[in-house]
């Protein structure tokens, strides 16, 4: 089991960046394809991108190809999500997960997630 807590998000202007951070609890992080996902309101939860457990591959949503660099620090149990070129369209909760099995473009593949964190981007 591994519980996750997201960090970093804020209020920002169009054009600005965030970094959000996502710190797992357990020893078994490194075993984890980790993942982003977004929801804003009124709207079904998104796949922002994912990371593989040694983090040498990353894949992304098509919004967020170019912009977003997932990475990890598995010596610190942590996943990041660096947000460049900000859109108000990216405002959103953001959270992390945990990848179960499946394709990892789903959210339901996913097990493990953290509370999120929101990101509003003014225009």
């Known amino acids: 089991q591994v519980q996750l807590v997201e960090s970093g998000g804020g209020l920002v202007q169009a054009g600005g960046s965030l970094r959000l951070s996502c710190a797992a609890s357990?020893?078994?992080?490194?075993?984890?394809?980790m993942g982003w996902f977004r929801q804003a309101p009124g709207k079904e939860r998104e796949f922002v991108g994912r990371?593989?457990?040694?983090?040498?591959?990353?894949y992304y949503g098509d919004f967020a190809k170019g912009r977003f660099t997932i990475s990890r620090d598995n010596a610190k149990n942590t996943v990041y999500l660096q947000m460049n070129s900000l859109k108000p369209e990216d405002t959103a909760v953001y959270y992390c997960?945990?990848?179960?099995?499946?394709?990892?473009?789903?959210?339901?593949?996913?097990?493990?997630w953290g509370q999120g964190t929101q990101v509003t981007v003014s225009s």
């Open positions: 997960a945990a990848h179960s099995r499946g394709d990892t473009s789903y959210a339901a593949n996913y097990n493990y």
């Open positions: 357990g020893r078994t992080f490194s075993s984890y394809i």
């Open positions: 990371i593989m457990r040694s983090g040498d591959s990353t």
